[in-house]
């Protein structure tokens, strides 16, 4: 198994265990915590291809094995799935509506 293949997993990991802490902070807004992880981890992904897509130099030096570059890929990773299951609960508290019993902040 190549070093970005290891990433990628890595990615997909640090971006599900973000969408569930985060989901777990938005209680009104959360989907569950399987629904939060999927969307982290759908997060967690895309920030990493486009933080190497981005960034050559990070890329190069993943698969130099550096650990810079990889703890880089999977703390932006981590902050991805945090930042799309946010974006996802702003849509669904906008598109569904406010529900009844809770007051608008």
Same mark, same amino acid.
């Given at each position: 198994?190549g070093a @970005?293949?290891?990433? =990628?997993?890595? *990615? ?14 938005? %209680?009104?807004? @959360?989907?569950g %915590? ?22 050559? $130099?990070?890329?190069? @030096?993943?698969?130099? #094995?550096?650990?810079? $570059? =990889? ?9 991805? $799935?945090? =930042?799309? =299951? ?5 849509? %669904? ?6 529900? *009844?019993? #809770?007051? #608008?902040?």
């Open positions: 198994m @970005s293949s290891v990433l =990628i997993i890595g *990615e997909a990991i640090a971006g599900a265990i973000g969408g569930v802490a985060i989901g777990g902070m938005l %209680k009104d807004s @959360s989907f %915590k399987a629904v939060n992880a999927i969307i982290g981890l759908v997060g967690g992904v895309a920030v990493g291809y486009l933080l190497h897509t981005t960034f050559p $130099g990070l890329a190069s @030096s993943v698969s130099d #094995r550096s650990l810079g $570059g =990889i703890l880089g890929g999977i703390i932006g990773a981590l902050i991805g $799935g945090g =930042i799309m =299951i946010t974006i996802f609960a702003l849509v %669904k508290d906008n598109i569904w509506g406010v529900g *009844e019993n #809770r007051s #608008r902040r």
